[in-house]
């Protein structure tokens, strides 16, 4: 599993509607993408749940590095840059992925951190591992996966949920649509 995201941030006064009106026009694009586990099509706006920015940043769970580099060498990812300018992408390798309960993704959580300078590297893993778990388990959570991008040994947890009060830390983010064409495909548990 790849995760990877980009972020769009836009000028405080900007109409997020237009954000809004693309996802409506072109989210389905994605819904059978080949090796994409998932997209969330990821909103947030100043001043709502905390947000200091407007900003489009969605977040992906690959499947296939192939299907990740079809859509960034691809159509995908070229009509995104031509319309916004291209954004930097980051990418980070899956440490592990768990299936909730929830049943419909309306708030995503999405939580970055330095991994500490000490200590041992199975260790730091084993607690993000333990964390995907215990949020998955939280009620009202559709899903919770860790990954780690071994370039800034920065570790992210994201988070998917059907209510707007998740218990996860991080930046809450409104989703405007769902592609999950290959999300059943995803590998549960820890990944190594």
């Known amino acids: 599993m790849h995760a990877m995201q980009y972020e769009l941030t836009l000028p405080a006064d ?8 693309r996802v409506a026009r072109v ?16 909103m947030r706006e100043r001043g709502l749940r ?8 969605p977040f992906y769970l690959w499947n296939t590095v192939e299907g990740m580099n079809s859509f960034l060498w691809g159509g995908g990812f070229q009509r995104l840059g031509d319309d916004f300018g291209r954004p930097s992408v980051r990418q980070w390798t899956g440490l592990t992925y768990e299936e909730g309960g929830g049943s419909r993704a309306r708030f995503a959580v999405r939580h970055r951190r330095p991994g500490p300078d000490g200590g041992l590297l199975a260790d730091v893993v084993a607690e993000a591992v333990s964390e995907a778990e215990r949020l998955a388990k939280e009620d009202g959570a559709l899903l919770a996966a860790a990954a780690v991008d071994t370039s800034r040994w920065e570790l992210v947890h994201f988070s998917l949920w059907e209510h707007d009060t998740p218990k996860a830390d991080g930046e809450v983010f409104e989703v405007l649509h769902l592609s999950a064409p290959g999300r059943e495909r995803l590998p549960r548990g820890r990944q190594w």
Do not use: F, T
């Not at 900007?14 to 009106?21: A, E, K, L």
């Not at 989210?27 to 990821?42: M, T």
């Open 14 to 21: 900007y109409d997020m509607g237009v954000i809004r009106d």
């Open 50 to 57: 905390g947000s200091p920015v407007n900003q489009y940043a």
């Open 27 to 42: 989210g389905r694009l994605l819904d059978d993408w080949d090796g994409l586990g998932l997209k969330a099509y990821l």
